[in-house]
């Protein structure tokens, strides 16, 4: 498209490559090249408070999906990074903590193919839970004497008797 004399492209790409190559990349690529974008201008410029302030954020989001899809391993290293760049944030660290932990334990759980030790099963029934199931204080399950379930609470079944 060209307007006032300058062109303009309607897809632009991020890179030469993924020009050339016709794929865009995928959401999590752009992520990690956003990080080193902005890694790359804090190594120039260690003060500048935009590029901590984005590196930052990408940090957050990366920490987030890698979370949300139970990558802990992936989760970690960025996280290191983001406790690294904001040391005053004292839950970086906690949360760090405690990824550390969660890895640990999961490496230490047994395997699916490991057999884990399984309580008998008994031949009593399950105690119900939920209150509202249990026929004593359900009113739904204890039918009241001369009750219809087709007509209202408050209207007077026999309207005669007054």
Known sequence: MTAAGFSFRQ?????PEQANSGTAP???????????GYETVLER????????????????VL??????????EGAIPPLEKLAALVPDNEQYQQV????????QQAQ??????Q?????????????????E???????????????????PFETNPNPNSN
Request: glycine share 2%.
């Open 108 to 113: 230490t759980a047994p395997s699916p193919t």
């Open 63 to 72: 920490i987030a999906r890698q979370i949300q899809a139970q990558n802990l």
């Open 11 to 15: 897809n632009p790409s991020s890179s």
């Open 96 to 103: 760090l903590q405690q990824l550390k932990q969660a890895q």
């Open 133 to 151: 199931a249990q026929e004593e204080s359900n009113p739904l399950l204890i039918p009241e004497e001369n009750s219809n379930p087709l007509v």
């Open 45 to 60: 410029e260690p003060d500048n408070p935009t590029a901590k302030q984005g590196l930052e954020e990408a940090l957050r």
């Open 26 to 36: 995928s959401p999590e690529e752009r992520l990690k090249s956003i990080i080193e």
């Open 115 to 131: 057999p884990e030790a399984v309580a008998p099963e008994s031949e009593e029934p399950l105690p119900l839970i939920i209150p």
